[in-house]
């Protein structure tokens, strides 16, 4: 795999700005992300790259508490997503794995154990979640392409500063335990089906992660 090396000098931090993902059946998958509530977090484009398996990201939403988790699960299932693991307790908190049905992996989270409030239909924070064969080169490599580092524990996860108007914060993870915290195999082939944006220049990062320009955002539709 080809790798462009992003050496452009920047002014100003740079950051995730977009994400694309690249879906077999465009008007499916809108009305699919209209249901389960995230439309304003993903752009979609229609794509038939091959891709196989274990796509190497996952998208997270963190909320506020249990039932909110349980009401997004339930309205991804409801509209066509498969559970791969069913919100439950676990040590940081209470969450659970849907996969859409154009093979988007979903995490919803929360790291309250009791609900506080009844269930809403916000979202706290979204995380692209990259899983990467060497968290510490393709941080750096990421530094170099202007992103700032927000956390960072050594070799095991890096997380990047969201930028202003960019609605989803960019964090890396070992492909291998992101695929086993997902609950399925680490195998996987062809296009990861996402484009992410939000620096001058078009690039691809060490994992075949693609970049491109940031588009500027559609007119609203009447």
């Given at each position: 795999m080809t790798t462009t090396t992003h050496t452009a000098a920047?002014?100003?931090?740079?950051?995730?700005?977009?994400?694309?993902?690249?879906?077999?059946?465009?008007?499916?998958?809108?009305?699919?992300?209209?249901?389960?509530?995230?439309?304003a977090y993903v752009r979609l484009r229609a794509s038939d790259a091959h891709s196989t398996g274990f796509r190497g990201f996952t998208l997270g939403l963190t909320v506020s508490g249990p039932a909110t988790v349980d009401g997004f699960v339930a309205a991804a299932v409801d509209a066509g997503?498969?559970?791969?693991?069913?919100?439950?307790?676990s040590l940081w908190g209470y969450g659970g794995v849907v996969q859409a049905p154009d093979g988007t992996i979903w995490k919803i989270a929360t790291s309250a154990r009791k609900d506080t409030g009844p269930a809403t239909r916000e979202i706290d924070?979204?995380?692209?979640?990259?899983?990467?064969?060497d968290v510490k080169a393709t941080r750096q490599f990421y530094v170099?392409?202007?992103?700032?580092?927000?956390?960072?524990f050594?070799?095991?996860?890096?997380?990047?500063?969201?930028?202003?108007?960019?609605?989803?914060?960019?964090?890396?993870?070992?492909?291998?335990?992101?695929?086993?915290d997902l609950g399925v195999p680490a195998d996987g082939t062809g296009s990861h089906r996402i484009v992410l944006g939000g620096?001058?220049?078009?690039?691809?990062?060490?994992?075949?992660?693609?970049?491109?320009?940031?588009?500027?955002?559609?007119?609203a539709q009447s």
């Amino acid at each position: 795999m080809t790798t462009t090396t992003h050496t452009a000098a920047h002014t100003s931090p740079a950051s995730l700005a977009s994400v694309t993902l690249e879906v077999a059946d465009l008007e499916a998958a809108r009305r699919f992300y209209g249901a389960f509530g995230v439309e304003a977090y993903v752009r979609l484009r229609a794509s038939d790259a091959h891709s196989t398996g274990f796509r190497g990201f996952t998208l997270g939403l963190t909320v506020s508490g249990p039932a909110t988790v349980d009401g997004f699960v339930a309205a991804a299932v409801d509209a066509g997503a498969a559970v791969l693991k069913p919100a439950a307790k676990s040590l940081w908190g209470y969450g659970g794995v849907v996969q859409a049905p154009d093979g988007t992996i979903w995490k919803i989270a929360t790291s309250a154990r009791k609900d506080t409030g009844p269930a809403t239909r916000e979202i706290d924070e979204v995380v692209l979640l990259i899983g990467v064969e060497d968290v510490k080169a393709t941080r750096q490599f990421y530094v170099g392409c202007g992103l700032t580092v927000a956390k960072s524990f050594g070799g095991k996860y890096a997380e990047f500063a969201a930028g202003e108007s960019g609605p989803v914060k960019l964090a890396l993870y070992k492909r291998r335990a992101l695929a086993k915290d997902l609950g399925v195999p680490a195998d996987g082939t062809g296009s990861h089906r996402i484009v992410l944006g939000g620096t001058p220049d078009a690039f691809t990062d060490p994992d075949g992660f693609a970049w491109e320009a940031p588009e500027p955002p559609a007119p609203a539709q009447s």
